[in-house]
Structures are given as structure tokens and as C-alpha cells.
């Protein structure tokens, strides 16, 4: 049973996460626009979200006959995929995480595409976790905002910590008239994207300071922004361990627990 087939799905706000897995070791990794995959690959037949996943591409139908599948996501409630078990988004993050690390003893953090979510894990088992849903200023799609408002890419963005400037709106539509003041007062992109960075750190440091530990793991798209790592290395002062496919880390959890 070691080296049996298993698909994980993450079913995320902006993009759709694939893994294959047989065992312990990862096969191949995939995504997709969700809003996009669904359009083209997926349907509801008798109330059941029913997904082409032969259609497109991903897996192979040999894969999919013998493959477990799990699945999780944003919107988990509603999910009933066909031939799938569904867990929850907090239990596939932290198996993830765990895959990935090899660690027993961490807090999560895990930054999507409109949420975010603090897990502690000690000896391996989910302890307790915080779960900010209600607003999208701590999570990726605050950061496009604020790239399309800046009209840089999210890469040019993420490469910005030094001399932040000050922004302090708490939430995403007031943070970007805040930042169009800022603006039209002169100062360089670097700082802009800076300032940008921290606000992130700012809305997510009360969630971390509620589960203390010696090591922070980071996934979720937003774990690539090098700058935002940066700056909480600086603010919170701990070890920060960025797992090789952040953004695939449900997507592994799922397969994993498969």
C-alpha cells in the first residue's frame, strides 16, 4: 500500500491545485485559473460538483482509475466532487506542511488567494487555529490590488522591504486611496511596495502572536513574496521555513492523506 496512487485537490479562490503522488513522493504538480477550469472542465449533476479532470489534461485515465482522490477549498461547504473525499482546508494545510517539512512542532501560516490562516501543530497533531476569512486585506488578492494600483507586476512588488512607507488603513478599498495619497506625495515605487509588504505583516502578526513558536512555516501564493518573509523576520525575530510548492501545499496535503 506504500506506493499506492493518490490525487490531491485544492480547490482554491484564484487558482486550482493539483497533486499526484504514489507514496511518499510527489509525481507531479499542476493549476489552473479555478474560475477558468471550472468553466471549461466543470459541472453540478445531481448536486454533486462533477470535474473532467481526463479532459483536462492533468491526470491520465489509467491515474484516475487507480488513484484515491481527496479534496479541499475555499468554499469547502459546498464541495461534494464526485468519487472524492472532502477535508477540511486546515487539515490539508497542516498535512502539507508536514509532507513538505518533515517538522512536527510549528505554526502554520497559510496565506491564500482571499483568506488566511494561523494553525499551531505540536507532536504532529493540529493544537488549535485562527482563521481570518472576512476580510481580504491579509491575503493575495489584496496584493493585486495593490500591484495594479502601483501598475507593477506581483514579482516586482514582492522584492521590496527597505524604508517602507507608512500605510495604515485596516482595510483593503481604503488601503488603496491611502496609497494613491501616498502617490501623489512623491514617493518611489521601492517604498510604496515596501510599505505594502508591511501592512500584510501588520494584519497578520496579532493571528501569529496567538500560537508562539520557535519555527513559522509559510505556504499559500502569498509565501512567495520574499519581501513580506523579510520583514517578518524583522518584526517577529523566529526561524521562517518556506516549503519547496507553498502554493501546492494543500494540494499535497490532500494526496497525502489520501
Known amino acids: 500500500m506504500s506506493d499506492k496512487l493518490k490525487i490531491g485537490i485544492d480547490l482554491g479562490s484564484r487558482k486550482a491545485k493539483f497533486a499526484l503522488m504514489r507514496g511518499s513522493e510527489i ?4 493549476g489552473l485559473d479555478t474560475i477558468a477550469f471550472y468553466k471549461k472542465y466543470g459541472s453540478i449533476v445531481k448536486d454533486e460538483l462533477s470535474l473532467d479532470l481526463q479532459g483536462s489534461g492533468i ?3 489509467g491515474e484516475l482509475a487507480e488513484a484515491d ?7 469547502r461547504n459546498s464541495i461534494n466532487l464526485h468519487g472524492a473525499r472532502v477535508i477540511s482546508e486546515i487539515k490539508a494545510h497542516v498535512a502539507g506542511a508536514r509532507t513538505q517539512t518533515g517538522l512536527t512542532d510549528f505554526t502554520l501560516l497559510d496565506m491564500g488567494g482571499q483568506d488566511t490562516k494561523v ?3 505540536a507532536g504532529g497533531r493540529l493544537t488549535d487555529f485562527v482563521m481570518n476569512d472576512k476580510c481580504a486585506a491579509s491575503s493575495g488578492r489584496y496584493l493585486e490590488n495593490m500591484a495594479a494600483v502601483l501598475e507593477v507586476s506581483l514579482e516586482e512588488l514582492s522584492s521590496y522591504s527597505a524604508d517602507p512607507v507608512a500605510l495604515d488603513a485596516t482595510c483593503g478599498i481604503f488601503g488603496e486611496s491611502e496609497l494613491i495619497g501616498q502617490i501623489l506625495r512623491g514617493f518611489p515605487v521601492s517604498r510604496l511596495c515596501a510599505g505594502v509588504n508591511l501592512t ?8 501569529l502572536k496567538r500560537f508562539p513558536s520557535a519555527t513559522l512555516v509559510i505556504t499559500g501564493g502569498v509565501a512567495l513574496n520574499g519581501a513580506m518573509a523579510d520583514l517578518l523576520r524583522a518584526e517577529w525575530g523566529l526561524e521562517i521555513i518556506i516549503p519547496e ?3 501546492h501545499n494543500g494540494a499535497i496535503g490532500c494526496a497525502s492523506l489520501g
Open 245 to 247: 510548492h507553498p502554493q
Open 119 to 121: 494553525a499551531q501543530v
Open 69 to 75: 482522490i481527496t479534496v479541499t477549498g475555499y468554499g
Open 200 to 207: 500584510l505583516v501588520k494584519r497578520v502578526l496579532p493571528m
Open 27 to 30: 509525481v507531479r504538480l499542476a
Open 59 to 61: 491526470f491520465s485515465a
